[in-house]
């Protein structure tokens, strides 16, 4: 059976088809409507851990789901960004390259026998900014100063997604070569 913390992981899927839906609307609105979903739902990810440590029931399905389903969450409104033309589809392929390899290392069969690593504290923060960048992206405001805001978030998101990623990998790397 399925515990709370991973149900509500699980529930996050469920508002990334709204958000496209919504931010593929032209009006403000509906962008509005798409920002308040993705507000909603990127919060969940916080309840989600909450729980899972408040209750004692942090699993090794809740460790593996918990970041792919911010993957999709985060990787939804970014790939609407990139359709719209706020951001170069580059600057997102960083992103996304950082997660797979992450994503792949965490699962790397040379960890078999070891527990799943938790997301590391910069890894936390780097959601986060990620998180407020996509939210101030896509805040239907039109005005200047807020684009180049958004897009200083937007690559301070980057550049911390990268660095975090190489953090992560390091000590696991130094392990290793002790061994």
């Not at 920002?35 to 969940?44: H, W």
């Not at 990268?162 to 061994?179: A, C, E, F, R």
């Amino acid at each position: 059976m399925v515990n709370l913390p991973t149900q509500i992981t699980l529930s996050r899927l469920l508002g990334i088809p709204f958000i496209f839906y919504f931010l593929s609307q032209s009006s403000p609105t509906s962008q509005g409507i798409g920002l308040g979903i993705f507000l909603l739902v990127a919060a969940t990810d916080w309840l989600d851990g909450y729980l899972a440590r408040k209750l004692d029931q942090v699993t090794d399905l809740g460790k593996f789901l918990d970041p792919l389903v911010d993957k999709l969450l985060i990787f939804a409104p970014l790939l609407v960004l990139v359709e719209w033309g706020t951001i170069p589809a580059w600057g997102v392929f960083l992103i996304l390259g950082r997660e797979i390899a992450i994503a792949g290392w965490r699962v790397n069969p040379n960890l078999a026998g070891e527990k799943l690593p938790s997301a590391n504290q910069l890894g936390k923060v780097k959601t986060v900014l990620q998180i407020v960048a996509i939210a101030v992206l896509i805040a239907p405001i039109d005005n200047n100063n807020w684009l180049i805001f958004s897009q200083i978030l937007f690559w301070l998101a980057v550049f911390l997604t990268l660095v975090s990623g190489l953090i992560y990998v390091i000590p696991s790397m130094s392990k290793k070569t002790q061994k």
